[in-house]
C-alpha cells in the first residue's frame, strides 16, 4: 500500500511574492487549512516543504512556503506535485477507500471467477468508475455503486464485483 498520497499539483505561480496556486487532486481543497507542511515531488527527491499560509482562489489552493519569497523561486515548483504521508491523509469514512490502495486489487465476480485487476479509478463527478483490465486484454469499466460493488477486502486485496447486464459487452 502507497505510505504517501497526492493532495495537489503545483500549476503556476500567483503573484511575485513567491506564492503559487494549487490544482488540488484531493476532494476537498479546504483540508490545505489543516496542513502544516506537504512533500514536494521533484521526480528525483522528496523535498519537506512548511506551508507558511493558505488562501483560496476559484478551484485552486493558493499556498505560500516558507523559503520561498520570490517568484523565481516559485516559478521551480511549477508542474510538480505535493504530497502527504498516510498519517497526514484525511480520515475515511465506513467504506471509503483511497485510490492509491485500491490499484492492484484482485476483481472477482459474484459466482467467484477472477475477472483481472484493478488498474484505475475514473472520477466522474456522479460516482466513481474502476477500471478493470481483463485477463484478455479488454477493459472492463465498473460504477461504484453498491448494486455493483459488493465486497473489498483490503487485507485479501481483493474485490468482489457484480457485473450489470450490457457492462461486459462495451
Known amino acids: 500500500m502507497e505510505d504517501l498520497f497526492q493532495v495537489g499539483v503545483v500549476s503556476s505561480t500567483h503573484g511575485v511574492r513567491g506564492e503559487v496556486k494549487v490544482f488540488p487532486?484531493?476532494?476537498d481543497v479546504r483540508r490545505f487549512r489543516k496542513l502544516k507542511k506537504?512533500?514536494?515531488?521533484?521526480g528525483k527527491e522528496k523535498k519537506q516543504l512548511e506551508i507558511?499560509?493558505?488562501r483560496f482562489f476559484k478551484q485552486f489552493a493558493i499556498l505560500k512556503?516558507?523559503?520561498i519569497d520570490d517568484m523565481d523561486a516559485a516559478m521551480t515548483l511549477k508542474g510538480k506535485g505535493l504530497l502527504v504521508p498516510r498519517q497526514d491523509a484525511v480520515r475515511l469514512r465506513k467504506d471509503e477507500y483511497f485510490i492509491a490502495d485500491l490499484v492492484g486489487l484482485s476483481v472477482y465476480d459474484d459466482e467467484g471467477k477472477l475477472l483481472g485487476e484493478m488498474t484505475d479509478v475514473l472520477q466522474t463527478g456522479t460516482n466513481d468508475v474502476y477500471v478493470v483490465k481483463m485477463e484478455s486484454g479488454r477493459e472492463l469499466l465498473?460504477?461504484?455503486?453498491k448494486e455493483c460493488i459488493l465486497e473489498i477486502s483490503m487485507e485479501e486485496r481483493r474485490m468482489?464485483?457484480?457485473?450489470m447486464d450490457g457492462l461486459m459487452d462495451l
Request: proline share 5%; no cysteine.
Open 52 to 54: 507558511e499560509s493558505v
Open 65 to 67: 512556503f516558507t523559503g
Open 160 to 163: 468482489r464485483v457484480h457485473v
Open 142 to 145: 465498473l460504477p461504484a455503486i
Open 38 to 42: 506537504v512533500l514536494l515531488d521533484t
Open 25 to 27: 487532486t484531493t476532494d
